[in-house]
């Protein structure tokens, strides 16, 4: 008689090859987040040389953000299409993919020709190249949440995938520092002329190690165990996923709504905010490298506090921390301008529960539908939600002053109480959650 396959790893302590897995998803997710918004930071200048001159400035910007949101467009087909082959064919291979389709446009943008050269090709050439980016992210953030909550102990789920979230938000914070350096060290011609090519070309090449890196990673025990039972879904995994886990999608959505309203709002509208607020553009951007490292340092500490008290304590203990420091930061940022690094930072280190998403949404989904699951419960929300956060929020916020402490209060008390309520539903329909386990 066949056992029931495993959804987790039984509970051990973690070995070398744990600890070689969680540094190289980590590594690889940083570098990904890096080379995604990279482009978004040099902007300006990307808009003055793959478009024609004589284009007013105000078009040429709008067409190369419109480049950059591309990449956001693209993501949930991505991430479906390599999620569908992950449950199929295996992690690990998607896995690695991921990295590859990131990495290799990321090095050809710092080669492209400009519109000097290739005309009305350059703009093309870089429109693909950035769906491909779209696409490469679409699958790399579900798929190291899988591929990580399979490989370690069932005990260190929380920690796991806390250390890859630093990854990822730490990705952020490494392409800013990047982007301030290359600002400093060359004039505006240079940047313009050359220097800008140089975070592309970088984060390229290092994608390209991680990739090489990545080779020695095994498949995930718990992918192995289900493709031996027979187990793996032969049709189409989504298809499985909309059809029996409609509460799991649910709770993986509400999730993400609260996940972009924390880094999208906190992290990154929150500096153009505090801009029309007088704030000195430098010191804007100090207090946000400060609260974006405390966010990826805060995601490791709230992996922890999983792991011994389970996600659903955390959140809601979390929630109303978050709350507060939104509304401190936003009470107290203009009047008491000299409070900015210690208000921003601690708004900073409670975004770090988004920690809380990626574990309930492995815990949500059986594992032979894991991937396909969270990956579309994930993008396509995300897609949404990131895309509209950042046109409304500043809108509403010109006539509502403290309108992102709003959301980002409506976000931290409706998810929780959707998430309990649901949950409910699906404690007990696979091994893979159970109320001891949230």
Same mark, same amino acid.
């Given at each position: 008689?066949?056992?029931?396959?495993?959804?987790?790893?039984?509970?051990?302590?973690?070995?070398?090859?744990?600890?070689?897995?969680?540094?190289?998803?980590?590594?690889?997710?940083?570098?990904?987040?890096? *080379?995604?918004?990279?482009?978004?930071?040099?902007?300006?200048?990307?808009?003055?040389?793959?478009?024609?001159?004589?284009?007013?400035?105000?078009?040429?910007?709008?067409?190369?953000?419109?480049?950059?949101?591309?990449?956001?467009?693209?993501?949930?087909?991505?991430?479906?299409?390599?999620?569908?082959?992950? *449950?199929?064919?295996?992690?690990?291979?998607?896995?690695?993919?991921?990295?590859?389709?990131?990495?290799?446009?990321?090095?050809?943008?710092?080669?492209?020709?400009?519109?000097?050269?290739?005309?009305?090709?350059?703009?093309?050439?870089?429109?693909?190249?950035?769906?491909?980016?779209?696409?490469?992210?679409?699958?790399?953030?579900?798929?190291?949440?899988?591929?990580?909550?399979?490989?370690?102990?069932?005990?260190?789920?929380?920690?796991?995938?806390?250390?890859?979230?630093?990854?990822? &938000?730490?990705?952020?914070?490494?392409?800013?520092?990047?982007?301030?350096?290359?600002?400093?060290?060359?004039?505006?011609?240079?940047?313009?002329?050359?220097?800008?090519?140089?975070?592309?070309?970088?984060?390229?090449?290092?994608?390209?190690?991680?990739?090489?890196?990545?080779?020695?990673?095994?498949?995930?025990?718990?992918?192995?165990?289900?493709?031996?039972? =027979?187990?793996?879904?032969?049709?189409?995994?989504?298809?499985?996923?909309?059809?029996?886990?409609?509460?799991?999608?649910?709770?993986?959505?509400?999730?993400?709504?609260?996940?972009?309203?924390?880094?999208?709002?906190?992290?990154?509208? &929150?500096?153009?905010?505090?801009?029309?607020?007088?704030?000195?553009?430098?010191?804007?951007?100090?207090?946000?490298?400060? =609260?974006?490292?405390?966010?990826?340092?805060?995601?490791?500490?709230?992996?922890?506090?999983? *792991?011994?008290?389970?996600?659903?304590?955390?959140?809601?203990?979390?929630?109303?921390?978050?709350?507060?420091?939104?509304?401190?930061?936003?009470?107290?940022?203009?009047?008491?301008?000299?409070?900015?690094?210690?208000?921003?930072?601690?708004?900073?280190?409670?975004?770090?529960?988004?920690?809380?998403?990626?574990?309930?949404?492995?815990?949500?989904?059986?594992?032979?539908?894991?991937?396909?699951?969270?990956?579309?419960?994930?993008?396509?929300? /995300?897609?949404?939600?990131?895309?509209?956060?950042?046109?409304?929020?500043?809108?509403?916020?010109?006539?509502?002053?403290?309108?992102?402490?709003? /959301?980002?209060?409506?976000?931290?008390?409706?998810?929780?109480?959707?998430?309990?309520?649901?949950?409910?539903?699906?404690?007990?329909?696979?091994?893979?959650?159970?109320?001891?386990?949230?």
């Amino acid at each position: 008689m066949m056992s029931a396959p495993l959804e987790f790893v039984p509970a051990r302590p973690l070995t070398r090859h744990d600890v070689r897995t969680l540094v190289l998803a980590s590594l690889g997710g940083a570098l990904e987040f890096y *080379d995604f918004i990279i482009f978004v930071f040099f902007t300006s200048v990307i808009g003055r040389l793959f478009f024609p001159p004589e284009m007013p400035d105000w078009l040429r910007q709008f067409q190369a953000f419109g480049i950059f949101a591309v990449g956001y467009l693209i993501r949930p087909l991505g991430g479906i299409v390599m999620a569908h082959f992950g *449950d199929i064919s295996g992690r690990k291979r998607m896995f690695s993919l991921g990295v590859f389709m990131m990495a290799v446009p990321t090095l050809l943008i710092g080669l492209l020709p400009t519109y000097q050269t290739l005309g009305f090709g350059a703009p093309l050439i870089l429109l693909v190249l950035r769906m491909f980016q779209g696409a490469a992210i679409g699958g790399e953030v579900p798929g190291s949440w899988v591929f990580v909550s399979e490989h370690v102990p069932s005990k260190k789920i929380g920690f796991g995938l806390g250390l890859l979230t630093c990854g990822l &938000t730490a990705g952020i914070l490494i392409g800013s520092l990047v982007a301030t350096t290359i600002n400093v060290q060359f004039t505006p011609d240079e940047v313009q002329r050359f220097a800008w090519r140089i975070p592309f070309i970088l984060g390229g090449i290092a994608g390209l190690v991680v990739v090489y890196l990545r080779r020695w990673l095994q498949e995930t025990p718990i992918f192995l165990e289900i493709r031996r039972l =027979a187990l793996l879904n032969q049709g189409m995994p989504l298809k499985a996923v909309l059809k029996r886990h409609g509460a799991a999608v649910a709770v993986s959505v509400v999730m993400t709504w609260m996940l972009t309203a924390a880094i999208v709002v906190i992290i990154l509208i &929150t500096p153009t905010l505090l801009g029309t607020l007088g704030i000195a553009p430098s010191k804007v951007l100090e207090a946000n490298s400060v =609260a974006t490292l405390c966010m990826s340092l805060s995601c490791v500490v709230m992996g922890i506090a999983i *792991d011994r008290f389970g996600p659903l304590k955390v959140l809601l203990v979390g929630s109303p921390c978050l709350i507060a420091s939104s509304y401190a930061l936003y009470l107290n940022a203009a009047s008491h301008p000299e409070w900015l690094l210690f208000l921003y930072g601690m708004a900073g280190f409670w975004v770090g529960i988004i920690s809380v998403a990626p574990i309930i949404m492995v815990r949500s989904f059986p594992a032979a539908v894991r991937f396909s699951g969270i990956s579309f419960s994930y993008n396509v929300p /995300y897609a949404v939600f990131g895309g509209l956060i950042p046109l409304v929020v500043p809108l509403v916020t010109s006539r509502i002053p403290l309108f992102p402490a709003h /959301y980002v209060a409506f976000a931290s008390v409706v998810t929780p109480l959707v998430v309990i309520v649901l949950l409910r539903r699906i404690a007990g329909r696979h091994s893979g959650i159970g109320p001891q386990r949230m």
